[in-house]
T-cell receptor, first 114, second 109 residues
Framework: DARVTQTPRHKVTEMGQEVTMRCQPI?????VFWYRQTMMQGLELLAY????????DSGMPKDRFSAEMPDATLATLKIQPSEPRDSAVYFC????????????FGPGTRLLVL | GENVEQHPSTLSVQEGDSAVIKCTYS??????FPWYKQELGKRPQLIID?????GEKKDQRIAVTLNKTAKHFSLHITETQPEDSAVYFC????????FGPGTSLSVIP
Protein backbone atom coordinates (compact mmCIF):
# COMPACT_ATOMS: atom_id res chain seq x y z
CA ASP A 1 0.00 0.00 0.00
CA ALA A 2 1.97 3.00 -1.31
CA ARG A 3 1.78 6.11 0.83
CA VAL A 4 3.09 9.64 0.87
CA THR A 5 5.72 10.07 3.58
CA GLN A 6 6.71 13.25 5.39
CA THR A 7 9.53 14.13 7.75
CA PRO A 8 9.77 15.25 10.43
CA ARG A 9 6.41 14.34 11.94
CA HIS A 10 6.82 16.92 14.69
CA LYS A 11 9.01 19.99 14.95
CA VAL A 12 9.41 22.49 17.77
CA THR A 13 11.63 25.46 17.06
CA GLU A 14 12.24 28.99 18.15
CA MET A 15 11.19 32.06 16.26
CA GLY A 16 13.75 33.06 13.67
CA GLN A 17 15.05 29.56 13.01
CA GLU A 18 14.94 27.84 9.63
CA VAL A 19 12.52 24.96 9.23
CA THR A 20 12.74 22.38 6.45
CA MET A 21 9.96 19.88 5.83
CA ARG A 22 10.35 16.98 3.42
CA CYS A 23 7.90 14.92 1.44
CA GLN A 24 8.28 11.76 -0.60
CA PRO A 25 5.37 11.41 -3.03
CA ILE A 26 3.96 8.08 -4.09
CA UNK A 27 6.19 6.56 -6.77
CA UNK A 28 4.86 7.47 -10.21
CA UNK A 29 2.80 10.44 -9.05
CA UNK A 30 3.74 13.58 -10.94
CA UNK A 31 1.78 16.20 -8.99
CA VAL A 32 2.74 17.34 -5.49
CA PHE A 33 0.83 19.75 -3.27
CA TRP A 34 1.72 21.53 -0.04
CA TYR A 35 -1.10 22.49 2.36
CA ARG A 36 -1.18 24.23 5.71
CA GLN A 37 -3.92 23.37 8.18
CA THR A 38 -4.92 25.46 11.15
CA MET A 39 -8.10 25.53 13.19
CA MET A 40 -8.98 28.97 11.86
CA GLN A 41 -8.08 28.60 8.16
CA GLY A 42 -8.83 24.98 7.36
CA LEU A 43 -6.79 23.51 4.49
CA GLU A 44 -4.85 26.23 2.68
CA LEU A 45 -3.07 25.39 -0.57
CA LEU A 46 0.44 26.83 -0.38
CA ALA A 47 1.98 25.55 -3.61
CA TYR A 48 1.88 22.74 -6.11
CA UNK A 49 4.16 21.13 -8.65
CA UNK A 50 3.60 19.13 -11.77
CA UNK A 51 6.47 17.12 -13.21
CA UNK A 52 8.69 18.92 -10.67
CA UNK A 53 7.85 22.37 -12.08
CA UNK A 54 6.14 24.84 -9.75
CA UNK A 55 2.71 25.70 -11.15
CA UNK A 56 1.24 27.85 -8.43
CA ASP A 57 2.74 29.18 -5.23
CA SER A 58 0.38 32.10 -4.75
CA GLY A 59 -0.68 30.76 -1.36
CA MET A 60 2.79 31.09 0.13
CA PRO A 61 4.22 34.13 1.90
CA LYS A 62 7.03 34.73 -0.58
CA ASP A 63 9.35 36.52 1.78
CA ARG A 64 9.81 33.55 4.10
CA PHE A 65 8.49 30.40 2.43
CA SER A 66 10.03 28.46 -0.43
CA ALA A 67 9.11 25.15 -2.04
CA GLU A 68 11.22 23.00 -4.33
CA MET A 69 11.36 19.57 -5.92
CA PRO A 70 15.04 18.63 -6.29
CA ASP A 71 13.99 15.35 -7.88
CA ALA A 72 10.87 13.30 -8.52
CA THR A 73 11.08 11.57 -5.14
CA LEU A 74 11.56 14.59 -2.91
CA ALA A 75 9.67 17.82 -2.29
CA THR A 76 10.77 20.36 0.30
CA LEU A 77 9.08 23.27 2.04
CA LYS A 78 11.29 25.74 3.87
CA ILE A 79 10.44 28.57 6.22
CA GLN A 80 13.16 31.11 6.96
CA PRO A 81 12.85 32.84 9.33
CA SER A 82 10.03 31.07 11.13
CA GLU A 83 7.43 32.97 13.16
CA PRO A 84 4.90 31.84 15.80
CA ARG A 85 2.05 32.38 13.32
CA ASP A 86 3.57 29.63 11.16
CA SER A 87 2.58 27.07 13.77
CA ALA A 88 0.29 24.61 12.01
CA VAL A 89 0.16 21.16 10.48
CA TYR A 90 1.75 21.05 7.04
CA PHE A 91 0.49 18.35 4.69
CA CYS A 92 2.02 17.15 1.49
CA UNK A 93 -0.18 15.35 -1.03
CA UNK A 94 0.56 13.68 -4.34
CA UNK A 95 -1.51 12.62 -7.31
CA UNK A 96 -1.64 11.66 -10.96
CA UNK A 97 -2.61 14.43 -13.30
CA UNK A 98 -4.57 11.99 -15.44
CA UNK A 99 -6.74 11.16 -12.42
CA UNK A 100 -8.15 14.67 -12.28
CA UNK A 101 -6.25 15.56 -9.19
CA UNK A 102 -7.23 12.74 -6.83
CA UNK A 103 -4.83 13.45 -3.97
CA UNK A 104 -3.24 11.21 -1.40
CA PHE A 105 -2.12 12.98 1.73
CA GLY A 106 0.94 12.36 3.82
CA PRO A 107 0.71 12.17 7.64
CA GLY A 108 1.67 15.82 8.06
CA THR A 109 4.36 17.74 9.92
CA ARG A 110 3.12 19.35 13.11
CA LEU A 111 5.13 22.57 13.53
CA LEU A 112 5.28 24.66 16.67
CA VAL A 113 7.24 27.90 16.57
CA LEU A 114 7.88 29.39 20.00
CA GLY B 1 -10.93 33.69 -7.27
CA GLU B 2 -12.23 30.18 -6.93
CA ASN B 3 -14.21 29.48 -3.79
CA VAL B 4 -15.95 26.50 -2.20
CA GLU B 5 -18.51 26.99 0.53
CA GLN B 6 -19.61 24.20 2.82
CA HIS B 7 -22.53 23.85 5.24
CA PRO B 8 -23.09 23.17 8.02
CA SER B 9 -19.81 23.78 9.83
CA THR B 10 -20.86 21.39 12.60
CA LEU B 11 -23.39 18.59 12.57
CA SER B 12 -24.57 16.24 15.32
CA VAL B 13 -26.75 13.24 14.56
CA GLN B 14 -27.96 10.23 16.46
CA GLU B 15 -26.46 6.90 15.52
CA GLY B 16 -28.49 5.36 12.73
CA ASP B 17 -29.74 8.67 11.37
CA SER B 18 -28.63 10.22 8.10
CA ALA B 19 -26.22 13.13 7.68
CA VAL B 20 -26.12 15.56 4.77
CA ILE B 21 -23.36 18.04 3.98
CA LYS B 22 -23.76 20.57 1.20
CA CYS B 23 -21.20 22.47 -0.84
CA THR B 24 -21.28 25.14 -3.52
CA TYR B 25 -18.47 26.17 -5.85
CA SER B 26 -17.78 29.24 -7.91
CA UNK B 27 -15.63 28.04 -10.83
CA UNK B 28 -17.95 26.68 -13.51
CA UNK B 29 -14.98 24.92 -15.12
CA UNK B 30 -14.65 22.58 -12.12
CA UNK B 31 -15.13 19.00 -13.25
CA UNK B 32 -13.99 16.84 -10.36
CA PHE B 33 -15.45 16.82 -6.85
CA PRO B 34 -13.78 14.72 -4.16
CA TRP B 35 -14.80 14.31 -0.52
CA TYR B 36 -12.24 13.74 2.20
CA LYS B 37 -12.66 12.50 5.74
CA GLN B 38 -10.21 13.57 8.42
CA GLU B 39 -10.20 11.90 11.80
CA LEU B 40 -8.66 13.72 14.73
CA GLY B 41 -4.89 13.89 14.37
CA LYS B 42 -4.91 11.99 11.09
CA ARG B 43 -4.44 12.82 7.43
CA PRO B 44 -7.39 13.64 5.14
CA GLN B 45 -8.45 10.55 3.22
CA LEU B 46 -10.54 10.34 0.08
CA ILE B 47 -13.86 8.63 0.74
CA ILE B 48 -15.72 9.23 -2.51
CA ASP B 49 -15.53 11.42 -5.59
CA UNK B 50 -17.70 12.38 -8.51
CA UNK B 51 -16.92 13.72 -11.94
CA UNK B 52 -18.91 16.28 -13.87
CA UNK B 53 -20.44 13.83 -16.31
CA UNK B 54 -22.24 12.00 -13.50
CA GLY B 55 -25.12 13.24 -11.36
CA GLU B 56 -24.94 10.75 -8.54
CA LYS B 57 -22.61 8.12 -7.16
CA LYS B 58 -23.05 5.68 -4.30
CA ASP B 59 -20.67 3.53 -2.29
CA GLN B 60 -22.36 1.51 0.44
CA ARG B 61 -23.63 4.04 3.02
CA ILE B 62 -22.14 7.05 1.26
CA ALA B 63 -23.57 8.87 -1.73
CA VAL B 64 -22.76 12.10 -3.53
CA THR B 65 -24.98 14.15 -5.79
CA LEU B 66 -23.91 16.87 -8.20
CA ASN B 67 -25.94 19.67 -9.78
CA LYS B 68 -23.64 21.38 -12.26
CA THR B 69 -26.25 23.93 -13.30
CA ALA B 70 -26.64 25.16 -9.75
CA LYS B 71 -22.96 24.52 -8.94
CA HIS B 72 -23.62 22.56 -5.82
CA PHE B 73 -22.94 19.04 -4.61
CA SER B 74 -23.78 17.08 -1.49
CA LEU B 75 -22.57 14.19 0.61
CA HIS B 76 -25.13 11.83 2.13
CA ILE B 77 -24.25 9.34 4.83
CA THR B 78 -26.96 6.88 5.81
CA GLU B 79 -27.19 4.68 8.92
CA THR B 80 -24.48 6.72 10.62
CA GLN B 81 -22.12 5.02 13.04
CA PRO B 82 -19.86 6.48 15.77
CA GLU B 83 -16.81 5.83 13.57
CA ASP B 84 -18.25 8.25 11.02
CA SER B 85 -17.42 11.06 13.47
CA ALA B 86 -14.76 13.21 11.79
CA VAL B 87 -14.25 16.40 9.81
CA TYR B 88 -15.43 16.13 6.21
CA PHE B 89 -14.04 18.33 3.45
CA CYS B 90 -15.58 18.82 0.05
CA UNK B 91 -13.48 20.08 -2.83
CA UNK B 92 -13.85 21.25 -6.39
CA UNK B 93 -11.15 20.87 -9.01
CA UNK B 94 -10.40 21.92 -12.53
CA UNK B 95 -6.68 22.43 -12.49
CA UNK B 96 -6.03 22.68 -8.79
CA UNK B 97 -8.17 21.53 -5.90
CA UNK B 98 -10.04 24.08 -3.81
CA PHE B 99 -11.23 22.75 -0.46
CA GLY B 100 -14.27 23.80 1.51
CA PRO B 101 -13.79 24.85 5.14
CA GLY B 102 -14.94 21.50 6.52
CA THR B 103 -17.85 20.05 8.49
CA SER B 104 -17.31 18.53 11.90
CA LEU B 105 -19.67 15.55 12.16
CA SER B 106 -20.45 13.98 15.53
CA VAL B 107 -22.44 10.76 15.66
CA ILE B 108 -23.95 10.26 19.09
CA PRO B 109 -24.27 6.62 20.19
Amino acid sequence: DARVTQTPRHKVTEMGQEVTMRCQPILGHNTVFWYRQTMMQGLELLAYFRNRAPLDDSGMPKDRFSAEMPDATLATLKIQPSEPRDSAVYFCASGLVVAQETQYFGPGTRLLVL
Amino acid sequence: GENVEQHPSTLSVQEGDSAVIKCTYSDSASNYFPWYKQELGKRPQLIIDIRSNVGEKKDQRIAVTLNKTAKHFSLHITETQPEDSAVYFCAASYDKVIFGPGTSLSVIP
